[in-house]
């Protein structure tokens, strides 16, 4: 099954703006939204955020999410050491009538 | 609070069997689909299989259709993964899931002689 697309890697400063880009097309990213997933080595997945904007409790406000079209992105403020981690997007594809994953892109937080 | 607790994982030869185990608790575990995901040593996560509520409907990752079967025992409140003819490239942490929003700490499955 196809996946969602996300850059690999994305570097920033402490405090500064990270924004995680994921790709998907009309049967999943622009039919449902996507679920973020924040991941620390050795830690199974997080919800960050579901349906694209949507905040669970708990989580910080320095997130945010938003979608345009097949296109969905997860903001972060304000970067903190504990922010370094792998981010993935999820989507439920509509066609495939399966859960389609995005590669991940690894934050470093320099 | 909800809790997902996968137990089964292990070391197995190519082309054996192994069956995992999901318990759920803190939820209306029959109102809910399931998913299992699984992320190989490094790689990212990939979906397996979802199973709906009822257990009725099942959804498989074409990686594992017609060797691996979901289940679920809502009496229970216990998912199943069986899995045949496993391979090396099977072997990954498998995640219980109610996707996105829980997730289990994992079982570790490794397939080799």
């Known amino acids: 099954q196809a996946g969602l697309t996300q850059p690999p890697s994305v570097s920033k400063g402490l405090r500064q703006t990270a924004t995680f880009i994921c790709t998907g097309n009309s049967n999943n990213v622009g039919d449902q939204g996507v679920a973020w997933l924040q991941q620390h080595q050795g830690h199974p997945p997080k919800l960050l955020s579901y349906r694209s904007n949507n905040r669970p409790s708990g989580i910080s406000a320095r997130l945010s999410a938003s979608r345009s079209g097949n296109t969905a992105s997860l903001t972060i403020t304000g970067l903190q050491p504990e922010d370094e981690a792998d981010y993935y997007c999820s989507a439920w594809d509509s066609s495939l009538s399966a859960w389609v994953f995005g590669g991940g892109t690894k934050l470093t937080v320099l | ?113």
């Open chain 2, 1 to 113: 609070e909800v809790q997902l607790l996968e137990s089964g994982g292990g070391l197995v030869q190519p082309g054996g069997s192994l069956r995992l185990s999901c318990a759920a608790s803190g939820f209306t575990f029959s109102s809910y689909a399931i998913s299992w995901v699984r992320q190989a040593p490094g790689k990212g996560l990939e979906w397996v299989s979802t199973i709906s509520g009822g257990g009725g409907s099942t959804f498989y990752a074409d990686s594992v259709k017609g060797r691996f079967t979901i289940s679920r025992d809502n009496s229970r409140n216990t998912l199943y993964l069986h899995m045949n003819s496993l391979r090396a490239e099977d072997t990954a942490i498998y995640y219980c899931a109610k996707m996105a929003d829980y997730w289990g700490q994992g079982t570790l499955v490794t397939v080799s002689s």
